[in-house]
C-alpha cells in the first residue's frame, strides 16, 4: 500500500517565525488532506489538495502530485498553532492514509 | 450542517464490558469511516461502510470488533470484551462519492 512520510517528526518555533512541513508519498493519489490535531485531540481539516496551491490566511499548502511530495507552509506562527500536523492521502481504494504526523511547539 | 457528529467524546469501561461509539456523518454525505488512534501515533484506517454495507473492513481486528451503518440511524462502532489495549481515541469520518473527508471530534476510550 501507499507509504506516507512526513517531515520533520518534531519542530519548536518562538512565536512569529514561519515553517515548512514536508509530505512525501510513494504512489500516486486521488487525494490529499492535511488535518492539524489541535492539544485537545479534536481533528480540524485545513485543505483538501491533491494538486497546486491553495491558501487559507497564514496557511498555505501546495502539492506537486507529479513527484509525489506536499508541503503546507505556515507563516507568522502562533501559538495557537501548536499541535500535531498531519498529511493523509487516498490512493486506489477509499480509506485515508496517514503519515505519523510533525508535532509542533510553538513558544511565546 | 453540524459536521460529523460522534458520541460519546469519552467514554470509560472496565475490562470484559462492551463499548458502543455512535456517528453521524454530515448531512449529504453517505460514506463512513471508522480510524483508530493509538497514544503518540497517526490514525489507522479500520472500517469503511455506506449505508446498510461493509465495503471494506480489512483494518478491523478479526475478534471482537464489529461495525454497522443502519439505513436509519448513525453508524455504531462495537467492542466486545474490551481489554486495555483497546484504549485509544475512535474517530469517524464521512465524505460524499467525490471525497474530501470530515472528522468528527472523536470518543476518546479508555478501558479500566
Known amino acids: 500500500g501507499i507509504q506516507v512520510e512526513q517531515s520533520p517528526p518534531d519542530l519548536i518555533l518562538q512565536e512569529g517565525a514561519n515553517s515548512t512541513l514536508r509530505c512525501n508519498f510513494s504512489d500516486s493519489v486521488n487525494n490529499l488532506q492535511w488535518f492539524h490535531q489541535n492539544p485537545w485531540g479534536q481533528l480540524i481539516n485545513l485543505f483538501y489538495i491533491p494538486s497546486g496551491t491553495k491558501q487559507n490566511g497564514r496557511l498555505s499548502a501546495t502539492t506537486v502530485a507529479t513527484e509525489r511530495y506536499s508541503l503546507l507552509y505556515i507563516s507568522s506562527s502562533q501559538t495557537t498553532d501548536s499541535g500535531v500536523y498531519f498529511c493523509?492521502?487516498?490512493?486506489?481504494?477509499?480509506?485515508?492514509?496517514f503519515g505519523k504526523g510533525t508535532k509542533l511547539t510553538v513558544n511565546p | 450542517n453540524a459536521g460529523v457528529m460522534q458520541n460519546p467524546r469519552h467514554l470509560v469501561r472496565r475490562r470484559g464490558q462492551e463499548a458502543r461509539l455512535r456517528c453521524s456523518p454530515m448531512k449529504g454525505h453517505s460514506h463512513v469511516y471508522w480510524y483508530r488512534q493509538l497514544p503518540e501515533e497517526g490514525l489507522k484506517f479500520m472500517v469503511y461502510l455506506q449505508k446498510e454495507n461493509i465495503i471494506d473492513e480489512s483494518g478491523m481486528p478479526k475478534e471482537r470488533f464489529s461495525a454497522e451503518f443502519p439505513k436509519e440511524g448513525p453508524s455504531i462502532l462495537r467492542i466486545q470484551q474490551v481489554v486495555r489495549g483497546d484504549s485509544a481515541a475512535y474517530f469517524c469520518?464521512?465524505?460524499?462519492?467525490?471525497?474530501?473527508?470530515?472528522f468528527g471530534s472523536g470518543t476518546r476510550l479508555t478501558v479500566v
Open positions: 493523509a492521502v487516498q490512493g486506489g481504494s477509499e480509506k485515508l492514509v
Open positions: 469520518a464521512s465524505s460524499t462519492a467525490r471525497g474530501g473527508y470530515t
